[in-house]
């Protein structure tokens, strides 16, 4: 394995690449940053496209265990502490960032066990309530996600680290709207959580084909969403509350339709 060196936190290559943490960067360029070993080894183990790495001399036993025996023809970087901070979002980097190619993404994933159940996002904004979201709905075995407008970006920082791994597992539909009425044709009903429900989730089939459409933190979801919803549905919450986090609220959905399938 051949590695370069870079040592200034100048240099051409880490100044193109610091800009990557600005979305509209990594949209021009179709690559994002991951930070961490155990990230970027699930990474690999996805088969998620690794463009190149730059991890500092302190961390070579680390590289080696998690990194060393995935690697074929990606481009290695030994790098100094200040040129990875540059990389890096986090107060103390853990010393190893790779830059990992948004296109050839997995269609499909080993892990989906649950192929008719997709996710559609509608305006949501937290990067927390997305990483989460996309953790249960590895979980649940969904078999992708769609992205709304609006929609908070899959491939920031916070929700790389909240998501633990579980994006490189879960198909993801960028430009959600236009598949949408592909799905839809194919005979996809559309379950939208509102408040003007008179369904609960438990009272509800949530088996077969299905579209869980998930809504912005505040607003909910769109009145255009909701006039194309097949099914309202609501969580029963005999606390009163009056409402959900977006991300609980999602999981209690995901795992009442695995209860179901069990059955």
Same mark, same amino acid.
């Given at each position: 394995?051949?590695?370069?060196?870079?040592?200034?936190?100048?240099?051409?290559?880490? =100044?193109?690449?610091?800009?990557?943490?600005?979305?509209? #960067?990594?949209?021009?360029?179709?690559?994002?940053?991951?930070?961490?070993?155990?990230?970027?080894?699930?990474?690999?183990?996805?088969?998620?496209?690794?463009?190149?790495?730059?991890?500092?001399?302190?961390?070579?036993?680390?590289?080696?265990?998690?990194?060393?025996?995935?690697?074929?023809?990606?481009?290695?970087?030994?790098?100094?502490?200040? /040129? !990875?901070?540059?990389?890096?979002?986090? /107060?103390?980097?853990? %010393?190893? /960032?790779?830059?990992? &190619?948004?296109? #050839?993404?997995?269609?499909?994933?080993?892990?989906?066990?649950?192929?008719?159940?997709?996710?559609?996002?509608?305006?949501?904004?937290? $990067?927390?309530?997305?990483?989460?979201?996309?953790?249960?709905?590895?979980?649940?075995?969904?078999?992708?996600? !769609?992205?709304?407008?609006?929609?908070?970006?899959?491939? %920031?920082? =916070?929700?790389?680290?909240?998501?633990?791994?579980?994006?490189?597992?879960? $198909?993801?539909?960028?430009?959600?709207?236009? #598949?949408?009425?592909?799905?839809?044709?194919? %005979?996809? $009903?559309?379950? /939208?959580?509102?408040?003007?429900?008179?369904? &609960?989730?438990?009272?509800?089939?949530?088996?077969?084909? !299905?579209?869980?459409?998930?809504?912005?933190?505040?607003?909910?979801?769109?009145?255009?969403?909701?006039? =194309?919803?097949?099914?309202?549905?609501?969580?029963?919450?005999?606390?009163?509350?009056?409402?959900?986090?977006?991300?609980?609220?999602? &999981?209690?959905?995901?795992?009442?339709?695995?209860?179901?399938?069990?059955?």
């Amino acid at each position: 394995m051949k590695t370069i060196k870079i040592e200034s936190k100048h240099n051409p290559r880490i =100044k193109a690449l610091k800009k990557l943490k600005e979305k509209k #960067h990594r949209m021009k360029e179709r690559v994002f940053l991951v930070e961490g070993f155990r990230l970027l080894e699930e990474a690999f183990r996805a088969k998620i496209p690794v463009e190149s790495l730059f991890y500092v001399a302190e961390k070579e036993t680390d590289f080696q265990r998690y990194i060393a025996p995935h690697l074929q023809e990606e481009e290695v970087f030994h790098v100094s502490q200040e /040129v !990875l901070k540059e990389l890096s979002d986090t /107060v103390h980097p853990q %010393g190893i /960032v790779g830059v990992l &190619s948004m296109d #050839h993404w997995p269609q499909s994933s080993s892990a989906t066990k649950d192929p008719e159940l997709y996710l559609y996002l509608d305006g949501l904004q937290d $990067p927390g309530n997305l990483g989460t979201i996309i953790r249960s709905a590895h979980a649940a075995g969904c078999g992708g996600i !769609l992205f709304g407008k609006h929609t908070v970006d899959p491939y %920031g920082e =916070k929700v790389l680290r909240s998501a633990m791994g579980s994006l490189f597992h879960v $198909p993801i539909y960028q430009d959600g709207d236009a #598949h949408l009425p592909q799905f839809m044709a194919e %005979g996809y $009903p559309l379950a /939208v959580t509102s408040l003007n429900a008179t369904q &609960s989730i438990y009272e509800e089939d949530l088996r077969g084909k !299905l579209i869980l459409v998930i809504g912005n933190e505040g607003k909910g979801v769109s009145k255009d969403m909701e006039e =194309k919803a097949t099914t309202l549905l609501k969580i029963p919450m005999p606390g009163e509350a009056e409402s959900l986090n977006a991300a609980v609220a999602t &999981s209690i959905i995901l795992f009442e339709r695995v209860r179901q399938k069990r059955l």
